[in-house]
């Protein structure tokens, strides 16, 4: 049986192939409940004579707004965001030993939530803690120095979801399977899997979770807070703001534009513009359509690698739980399903009783699983992974540079890359939202090489001092800025004369990138690249990037050892 272990990985063909094997993945196998709200009939003509609405009624008293906040540029630090609210936090299975991983100290309690891969809710991470470059130790997305703030550009993920149909549905086919035996009266559970005898799965498909906006709405508020003075950079014109046509997408755009703006006022502040994400049309928040390998086995290649791990992370947990189940044979598969309805129903639902099934152990190995499945899949060990990054790099070099893009031979839609209502350039804030496996393709693309710096990961083993940590690089709400900024240079004391931009950093989930990947950026202790050197080698990139043979040729997967930079190797091209 072939096992889709991710979360967007629209699979088209796959699709097709598993339905003629019989395996449901067109609707969610298992799948008990369906609420609507609000109930039928019931619904809201505004306005409501009954119910008028604000200006109707009035008497708003007093509406002062005093000056925005600026808290990346005024504050010597920025606040860590970790909140996970209103989840809870899983316990673990007690362990008895430690093989694949060292063991948490007793200061920092275990945090199941942030192993859960793409999965995980984003929460800030450090410079110093993810160790990317030694030379970035003391690094923060505050302003350095006596640079000043000139632009920000955010691409950030949607938040918490349920499960997702495309990929086909291991939790809701795990739920099918149980209710089967269950109703055939051919399960037997006792000990810690006794809960499974009345267990029912509750999750719905796609669309964000009441978590999942609660998330869109903090980075909003986190991004007005932090970066609300650039406002004041828009004179004659309201930012436009991208996202894709998903429902999940759409949601977690507003939510965000209702935590920057405030609901009275948000549809009234800014521009939403909503791409389509659909087969036969070009988007780069959702390239994949517009990438033939995207769709294919080559798009499953981490899903097989991911599934040799399985096999060693999961031998002990098939050992242990066994015994407390009659009728089901548990694989290493299987309990994978388990330890994604975890991350699901904790999401979804606020809690799971899957969850302390599995020790830390195994929630590290299931992290690393997914490193796995990303590496292989949306990362640098996939060859269509930088063609699926560099249509929205194109982009921002073309904002950064002021130039409409001229050669259309990658995701770039050319109809919204041209006009200047719908992409419009010199504004201070953009912000673009797309999907997890499409951050990690733009961190490819980018040439941010720290973060392939590893190698090929191994199938065997968690490496030493290990770096793609997908945890970090694609949870829900994963955030990826690029500060432009104004820099004393070279080293005098005075801001460059022309009141030029002068420098640019990333910072991805509030930990500085390394940009030493890109010819010319030097090591900084800030992250920081010379903007004309960075659009330089920018340019380069895109150059080195073959959209239409990575996206396009008729080829497999050469040996994973040759590729760490998400492009078919060069010489074995013919
Ligand atoms: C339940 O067990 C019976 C008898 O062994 C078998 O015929 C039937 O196929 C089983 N049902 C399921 C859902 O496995
Ligand atoms: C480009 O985007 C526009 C606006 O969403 C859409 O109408 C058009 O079909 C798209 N073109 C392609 C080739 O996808
Ligand atoms: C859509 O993408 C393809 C490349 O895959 C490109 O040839 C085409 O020009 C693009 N269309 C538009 C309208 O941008
Ligand atoms: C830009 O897009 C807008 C909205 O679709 C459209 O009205 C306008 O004609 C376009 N401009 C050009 C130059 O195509
Ligand atoms: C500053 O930017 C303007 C407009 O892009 C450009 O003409 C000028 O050469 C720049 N000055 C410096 C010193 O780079
Ligand atoms: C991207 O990284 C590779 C090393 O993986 C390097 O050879 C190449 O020159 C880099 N590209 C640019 C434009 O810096
Ligand atoms: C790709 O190449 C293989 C081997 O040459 C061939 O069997 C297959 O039909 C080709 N697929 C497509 C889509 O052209």
């Known amino acids: 049986?072939?096992?889709?272990?991710?979360?967007?990985?629209?699979?088209?063909?796959?699709?097709?192939?598993?339905?003629?094997?019989?395996?449901?993945?067109?609707?969610?196998?298992?799948?008990?409940?369906?609420?609507?709200?609000?109930?039928?009939?019931?619904?809201?003509?505004?306005?409501?004579?009954?119910f008028p609405d604000a200006a109707q009624v009035g008497f708003p008293g007093a509406t002062p707004t005093g000056a925005e906040a600026a808290v990346i540029a005024t504050a010597p630090s920025v606040a860590k965001f970790s909140n996970?609210?209103?989840?809870?936090?899983?316990?673990?299975?007690?362990?008895?030993?430690?093989?694949?991983?060292?063991?948490?100290?007793?200061?920092?309690?275990?945090?199941?939530?942030?192993?859960?891969?793409?999965?995980?809710?984003?929460?800030?991470?450090?410079?110093?803690?993810?160790?990317?470059?030694?030379?970035?130790?003391?690094?923060?997305?505050?302003?350095?120095?006596?640079?000043?703030?000139?632009?920000?550009?955010?691409?950030?993920?949607?938040?918490?979801?349920?499960?997702?149909?495309?990929?086909g549905n291991l939790p809701g086919e795990f739920a099918a399977d149980i209710h089967a035996l269950a109703q055939?009266?051919?399960?037997?559970?006792?000990?810690?899997?006794?809960?499974?005898?009345?267990?029912?799965?509750?999750?719905?498909?796609?669309?964000?979770?009441?978590f999942g906006r609660s998330e869109l709405f903090d980075l909003?508020?986190?991004?007005?807070?932090?970066?609300?003075?650039?406002?004041?950079?828009?004179?004659?014109?309201?930012?436009?703001?991208?996202?894709?046509?998903q429902e999940r997408m759409v949601d977690s755009a507003l939510h965000f534009a209702a935590g920057f703006f405030g609901v009275q006022t948000y549809q009234q502040s800014y521009h939403q513009l909503i791409q389509i994400e659909e087969p036969g049309f070009n988007s780069t928040l959702s390239p994949y359509y517009d990438c033939s390998?995207?769709?294919?086995?080559?798009?499953?290649?981490?899903?097989?690698?991911?599934?040799?791990?399985?096999?060693?992370?999961?031998?002990?947990?098939?050992?242990?739980?066994?015994?407390?189940?009659?009728?089901?044979?548990?694989?290493?598969?299987?309990?994978?399903?388990?330890?994604?309805?975890?991350?699901?129903?904790?999401?979804?639902?606020?809690?799971?009783?899957?969850?302390?099934?599995?020790?830390?152990?195994?929630?590290?190995?299931?992290?690393?699983?997914?490193?796995?499945?990303?590496?292989?899949?949306?990362?640098?060990?996939?060859?269509?992974?930088s063609a699926q990054g560099i249509g929205w790099a194109q982009e921002l070099l073309s904002r950064l540079t002021e130039t409409r893009i001229t050669s259309f031979d990658t995701s770039v839609n050319a109809t919204i890359a041209l006009n200047e209502t719908l992409f419009p350039f010199g504004l201070p804030i953009y912000v673009d939202a797309t999907h997890d496996t499409i951050i990690s393709?733009?961190?490819?693309?980018?040439?941010?090489?720290?973060?392939?710096?590893?190698?090929?990961?191994?199938?065997?083993?968690?490496?030493?001092?290990?770096?793609?940590?997908?945890?970090?690089?694609?949870?829900?709400?994963?955030?990826?800025?690029?500060?432009?900024?104004t820099c004393p240079v070279p080293a005098t004391p005075a801001l460059d004369a022309s009141g030029n931009s002068t420098h640019i950093r990333f910072i991805l989930n509030d930990a500085v990138l390394p940009l030493t990947g890109l010819s010319g950026c030097p090591s900084d202790e800030n992250g920081l690249c010379p903007l004309g050197t960075f659009k330089d080698a920018l340019a380069a990139r895109i150059g080195e990037v073959d959209y239409q043979f990575d996206c396009f040729a008729n080829y497999t997967i050469p040996s994973p050892d040759l590729i760490t930079n998400g492009q078919f190797p060069q010489q074995g091209k013919n």
């Not at 009266?185 to 009345?198: E, I, K, M």
């Open 1 to 50: 049986m072939r096992v889709a272990v991710f979360t967007l990985l629209p699979l088209l063909q796959a699709l097709q192939v598993d339905a003629s094997a019989g395996i449901p993945v067109s609707t969610f196998a298992g799948a008990t409940t369906s609420f609507i709200f609000p109930p039928p009939g019931q619904t809201i003509t505004v306005p409501d004579p009954a």
């Open 84 to 167: 996970v609210f209103p989840l809870v936090n899983p316990d673990t299975a007690s362990s008895p030993s430690s093989s694949h991983s060292k063991s948490s100290s007793a200061s920092q309690p275990f945090d199941v939530l942030h192993n859960f891969g793409n999965l995980s809710p984003w929460k800030s991470i450090s410079a110093a803690s993810w160790v990317l470059d030694p030379v970035l130790v003391n690094s923060s997305p505050s302003v350095p120095g006596d640079c000043a703030l000139d632009q920000v550009h955010l691409v950030h993920r949607h938040g918490a979801r349920y499960p997702s149909l495309i990929t």
């Open 184 to 210: 055939s009266g051919n399960l037997s559970v006792s000990g810690p899997l006794a809960f499974l005898a009345t267990w029912e799965y509750k999750l719905g498909a796609e669309i964000l979770t009441p």
């Open 220 to 245: 909003g508020v986190g991004f007005r807070v932090n970066y609300g003075d650039l406002l004041e950079g828009f004179t004659d014109q309201l930012p436009v703001w991208r996202t894709t046509s």
């Open 293 to 385: 390998n995207a769709l294919n086995a080559i798009a499953e290649f981490g899903s097989e690698q991911a599934l040799l791990w399985a096999n060693v992370y999961l031998v002990d947990a098939v050992k242990r739980l066994q015994p407390f189940v009659n009728g089901l044979t548990l694989t290493p598969t299987i309990l994978v399903s388990i330890q994604q309805l975890c991350a699901y129903e904790t999401v979804a639902l606020g809690y799971s009783a899957f969850c302390p099934l599995f020790t830390e152990d195994e929630w590290t190995g299931y992290s690393y699983f997914n490193d796995l499945s990303f590496w292989y899949s949306f990362g640098p060990g996939n060859p269509s992974v």
């Open 441 to 485: 393709a733009i961190v490819t693309a980018m040439n941010f090489t720290a973060l392939a710096k590893e190698g090929p990961l191994p199938t065997d083993h968690i490496p030493d001092d290990h770096v793609y940590i997908v945890n970090n690089i694609s949870p829900f709400a994963s955030n990826l800025v690029a500060q432009v900024l």
